[in-house]
């Protein structure tokens, strides 16, 4: 089986940062992509950032200039540093990979929050 550990949420002032990481572990044959989705209360599951094997980003318009993705194949790796960090970022931040077989998994989730 695949297991995702997420870590380094917290509660940041405005304007602080943070850097989620996330480790894959397991029968794992090959990554595709990672990505960090993210959740608010009352909210939808949205993506927040995405990066393929071939380090192709995509980032959500709301966080664009502030978020940065990163992996590292050879760990099976996904960092998502974020600055400058608004109350609006305030959510669960979850960990997906998505394998070239096209099996996904999830992380469970990592608590952001963002208040002064």
């Known amino acids: 089986q695949v297991q995702l550990v997420e870590s380094g949420g917290g509660l940041v002032q405005p304007g602080g940062s943070l850097r989620l990481s996330c480790a894959a572990s397991?029968?794992?044959?090959?990554?595709?992509?990672m990505g960090w989705y993210r959740q608010a209360p009352g909210k939808q599951r949205e993506l927040a950032a995405i990066i393929t094997s071939g380090t192709i980003t995509n980032y959500a318009d709301s966080v664009k200039g502030r978020f940065t993705i990163s992996r590292d194949n050879a760990k099976n790796t996904v960092d998502l540093q974020m600055n400058s960090l608004k109350p609006e970022d305030t959510a669960v931040y979850y960990c997906k990979i998505v394998t070239f077989s096209g099996s996904a998994y999830w992380g469970q989730g990592t608590q952001v929050t963002v208040s002064s």
């Open positions: 397991g029968s794992i044959f090959g990554i595709y992509a």
